[in-house]
């Protein structure tokens, strides 16, 4: 078969590496773009893939002041002894169904979303109950289309119920927040139209009394590139992260950001075929001549994205090459052109592109998604092994790091 061996002592099989440097500098440069607002950073979906505890207690170390969940649990693990997260940094959530956690969150002290009637009901009732007022951010649906409130009599209706349990001591409204739908198109109509409804939404519940702790509607490309949206509070996701929320919005570098996520593998095997050999399943691959194949031991179980088939960048050994055929569940190819690294070599899928290697923006052109998807998907079987997990002083020094889901 003619193929290497892996040396003693190879790497892991393959590894995410989570430069947490490179989160804190992010939460900086974003700060920078929003001085008269507090920043929440979203650690939801497992702080987009790179682990929610490290990420959330670096970016409270660079300067944010809440951190962000869509689910109830994700809320709850931050609040869980042990997670380094401060007892005076905000979380909030905002993914509810009927029959959640409310109690559990009220007595943890998560700041809740209510986009309907359905939600204060449930919410005042497990208020009773843990003898404490809910922290509630009242939700506008402004165009999304998605969660909140929508305009006009509903919008009324929660107001005045959310005011009714506050005056009871059942509620706190802390805030009032809608999401924007097109803010990665820039000059995209929707904008101009969400902002202006959202800012006769918050004029009437304050007409009313609501005396909220923060406004809120900026996300990652909004909070870069929509001053106009800054309000009280900005809530960056993917930016916190590095990655730019959208090619039309511009590359990480213009904003002064770092993609913090690697992807790496160790090459399982090197191996020499003739031209003609069909590679991977249905043989969508055919090598065009005598070359060599490198194995790398990751697939689609592990997040990497099979619609990437034939087109993935990767690189080793300094040079780009692509994706030979079908993507599998644990495991896809790429043809060498006839080099020979050996087994154990280090292929790079993505990282921040500054050492030649491919960046999630690359892969998500290759599958046809977008880079949110290629980080938050990489799966549990991939270790994150953290750099730089210490104080600022720190951030210089490659060799700390440590290891963890």
């Known amino acids: 078969m003619n193929e290497t061996v892996a040396p003693p002592g190879a790497e892991l099989r393959a590894r995410a590496e989570i430069d947490l440097a490179a989160v804190r500098a992010n939460v900086r440069a974003l700060r920078e773009r929003a001085p008269g607002a507090a920043l929440m950073a979203v650690v939801k979906a497992d702080g987009y893939g790179h682990g929610a505890a490290a990420c959330a207690r670096a970016a409270v170390e660079a300067g944010a002041t809440w951190l962000g969940t869509a689910t109830p649990q994700e809320a709850l693990a931050l609040r869980a002894p042990g997670t380094g997260v401060p007892d005076h940094v905000r979380v909030m959530c905002w993914l509810w169904t009927p029959g959640g956690p409310w109690r559990e969150a009220i007595e943890a002290g998560v700041d809740v979303s209510l986009g309907g009637m359905w939600a204060l009901e449930e919410v005042t009732r497990a208020a009773r109950l843990a003898g404490r007022p809910a922290r509630a951010h009242l939700k506008a649906d402004t165009g999304l289309g998605r969660g909140g409130c929508q305009p006009g009599e509903d919008w009324a209706e929660l107001v005045a119920g959310a005011l009714r349990a506050e005056a009871e001591g059942l509620l706190r409204i802390t805030g009032l927040w809608s999401h924007l739908a097109c803010a990665d198109e820039p000059g995209h109509p929707s904008i101009v139209a969400q902002l202006s409804l959202f800012r006769e939404m918050v004029a009437y519940a304050e007409g009313r009394g609501v005396d909220p702790e923060v406004r809120h509607i900026a996300n990652s490309p909004a909070t870069l590139t929509l001053p106009e949206s800054h309000f009280d509070l900005v809530r960056p996701g993917i930016a916190v992260y590095g990655v730019s929320p959208s090619p039309e919005t511009g590359v990480p570098a213009d904003f002064g950001l770092r993609p913090a996520m690697t992807l790496s593998a160790s090459l399982a095997l090197v191996k020499r075929v003739p031209g003609g050999h069909g590679v991977s399943y249905a043989h969508h691959y055919v090598t065009p001549g005598a070359t060599t194949l ?83 998907r990489i799966g549990s079987r991939v270790p994150r092994v953290y750099r730089n997990e210490g104080n600022e002083g720190n951030e210089g020094n490659e060799g700390n790091e440590g290891s963890g889901r």
């Open 294 to 376: 490198g194995l790398v031991p990751l697939g689609y179980a592990d997040g990497i994205p099979r619609h990437a088939s034939s087109s993935g960048p990767v690189l080793v050994e300094g040079k780009w090459r692509t994706v030979a055929g079908r993507i599998a569940m644990d495991q896809f190819v790429v043809d060498l052109g006839g080099d020979d690294p050996g087994a154990g070599a280090r292929a790079v899928l993505f990282g921040p592109g500054d050492r030649g290697e491919p960046t999630a923006a690359d892969w998500a052109q290759a599958a046809g998604t977008i880079a949110y998807e290629i980080v938050t």
